[in-house]
């Protein structure tokens, strides 16, 4: 579900928040941006996005005069404490919503119901398709669930987004980000029009998140990887599992060797 969060005043804090966080950005990592013009400057626009780095939610926003409105998981919202409510501060003035993920399929309803509501106020709703980041700077697969019932649902066109180079700026793990040039390729507006009246239909769901998807890989350039990410992610998991495994069974038989030879050693001394 989507947490009841006061948004009185937010414009406010957003216009301070976008002079403050994205002047800060724009100056100290200079983005460059392709195709700025295609962001409609008035009325409900899907901007959909590939995931590279847990910046791409600021970066974006910061190039663009309009307000763009994410998704947050909850927590961010909701954490005790004076540095709580900084932070629950800080990611209202930058746009975020926070939704409960506690459930999967509760989740992604509250997402969907969130980008409805924006766009129905005549916002820009922004999503990432592939649903998580990507583990290795490739494009996955996206998930239809998401994006395409916000598109038929509202009739919104959808702008692809290419973020360029985020991920080496602020990799995974990583809390100081490397100063960098980080750049962003807007795409045309999609028009799914055609769909309309076929929103449940999970094969036109499929089509219209593949024509997206294939829109990114060409602005981004990136190697596209037919599987969702969060079943790369456990791939990568088990494969690092694994190593980790034979590492250690190597180890433990090079120590029973070592320990074989001290054996033989002492009883030929005897």
């Not at 409105?69 to 961010?76: C, P, S």
């Not at 080496?168 to 793990?173: A, F, S, T, V």
């Not at 997206?212 to 599992?241: C, F, H, N, P, W």
Request: net charge positive.
């Amino acid at each position: 579900m989507v947490l009841d969060v006061d948004t009185g005043g937010s414009g406010v804090l957003y216009g301070a928040m976008k002079v403050s966080v994205g002047g800060t950005l724009k100056l100290a990592f200079r983005p460059w941006v392709e195709g700025i013009e295609q962001v409609p400057a008035a009325g409900p626009a899907i901007l959909a996005s590939n995931h590279l780095s847990f910046s791409d939610s600021f970066f974006l926003p910061a190039v663009l005069d309009r307000k763009v409105t994410f998704v947050a998981k909850a927590e961010y919202f909701t954490t005790p404490g004076i540095k709580g409510r900084l932070t629950a501060a800080f990611f209202k003035g930058v746009g975020q919503l926070p939704v409960d993920r506690s459930g999967a399929r509760g989740a992604a309803e509250a997402a969907i119901n969130s980008g409805i509501r924006v766009l129905e106020e005549g916002g820009l709703f922004g999503i990432y398709p592939e649903g998580t980041r990507s583990p290795d700077g490739r494009l996955y697969r996206g998930k239809p669930g998401g994006l395409a019932r916000i598109a038929l649902a509202t009739g919104a066109p959808v702008i692809p987004v290419a973020m360029i180079d985020t991920e080496k700026i602020q990799p995974p793990g990583k809390v100081v980000p490397k100063l960098m040039r980080p750049g962003i390729r807007i795409g045309r507006p999609l028009d799914f029009s055609r769909y309309q009246g076929m929103d449940g239909d999970r094969f036109i769901q499929r089509s219209l998140t593949d024509e997206v998807m294939y829109e990114i890989m060409k602005l981004s350039g990136q190697e596209y990887v037919d599987i969702y990410a969060t079943a790369a992610k456990r791939q990568i998991a088990e494969a690092e599992k694994a190593e980790r495994a034979a590492e250690k069974a190597a180890r433990d038989a090079a120590k029973a060797a070592a320990r074989e030879q001290d054996d033989q050693t002492g009883g030929q001394a005897a």
